[in-house]
Antibody
Framework: QVQLVESGGGVFQPGRSLRLSCATS????????MHWVRQAPGKGLEWVAV????????YYADAVQGRFNISRDSSRETINLQINSLRVEDTAVYYC????????????WGQGTLLTVSS | DIQMTQSPSSLSASVGDRVTITCRAS??????LVWFQQRPGKAPKRLIF???SLQSGVPSRFSGSGSGTEFTLTISSLQPEDFATYYC?????????FGQGTKVEIK
């Protein structure tokens, strides 16, 4: 069955950098675009970024453009989210999700990893 | 960017009630819309894709309709496990955008 498992969250200081990862299994990773979505405590869902199946085409939310970098490792069937210059407002649960376009748009999600940015 | 306006932001309803949630897009998005359910502390779960197609395994009391700029999620007879927050997502263009969410609470 499809599984997405995020990791890399924790408590970090403002200005630091970190990388979140999403390990996938149970489907043909090479055929799917993959997204990151975040949710600040008590708030709604916010789309963050997508990387296409080829690893080349990428799109970002305006709020993270220039500071976040999404990538995929085809040999490990994993996607990553590099976050630079951490801000307090980056505090959120970060989810990875599979698929772009019908019928697979955001069809499966991981359980999320909590990132807390605090001094 | 396409703005998704979801209403209401919250509602109170009883078991057995019919519930309707609306999402309006700031420009036409064909039927490029997905609905999710999120229970507290859990990841979102997809209910409806392509505006009106029921996700496999989702009860038939959930239905979606609409095209263009106005979309509706309907729960025909609310069950105890349906008390949750619901979100729409447009996937017509990037950046993807979610509605603000509708919290369905017990009356």
């Amino acid at each position: 069955q499809v599984q997405l498992v995020e990791s890399g969250g924790g408590v970090f200081q403002p200005g630091r950098s970190l990388r979140l990862s999403c390990a996938t299994s149970g489907f043909n990773f090479h055929n799917y675009a993959m997204h990151w979505v975040r949710q600040a405590p008590g708030k709604g869902l916010e789309w963050v970024a997508v990387v296409w199946f080829d690893g080349i085409k990428k799109y970002y939310a305006d709020a993270v453009q220039g500071r976040f970098n999404i990538s995929r490792d085809s040999s490990r069937e994993t996607i990553n989210l590099q976050i630079n210059s951490l801000r307090v407002e980056d505090t959120a649960v970060y989810y990875c999700a599979r698929g772009t376009g019908s019928p697979s748009e955001h069809d499966f999600w991981g359980q999320g990893t909590l990132l807390t940015v605090s001094s | 960017d396409i703005q998704m306006t979801q209403s209401p932001s919250s509602l109170s309803a009883s078991v057995g009630d019919r519930v309707t949630i609306t999402c309006r897009a700031s420009q036409a998005i064909r039927n490029d819309l997905v609905w999710f359910q999120q229970r507290p502390g859990k990841a979102p779960k997809r209910l409806i894709f392509a505006a009106s197609s029921l996700q496999s395994g989702v009860p038939s009391r959930f239905s979606g309709s609409g095209s263009g700029t106005e979309f509706t999620l309907t729960i025909s007879s609310l069950q105890p496990e349906d008390f949750a927050t619901y979100y729409c997502l447009q996937h017509n263009t990037y950046p993807r955008t979610f509605g603000q969410g509708t919290k369905v609470e017990i009356k």
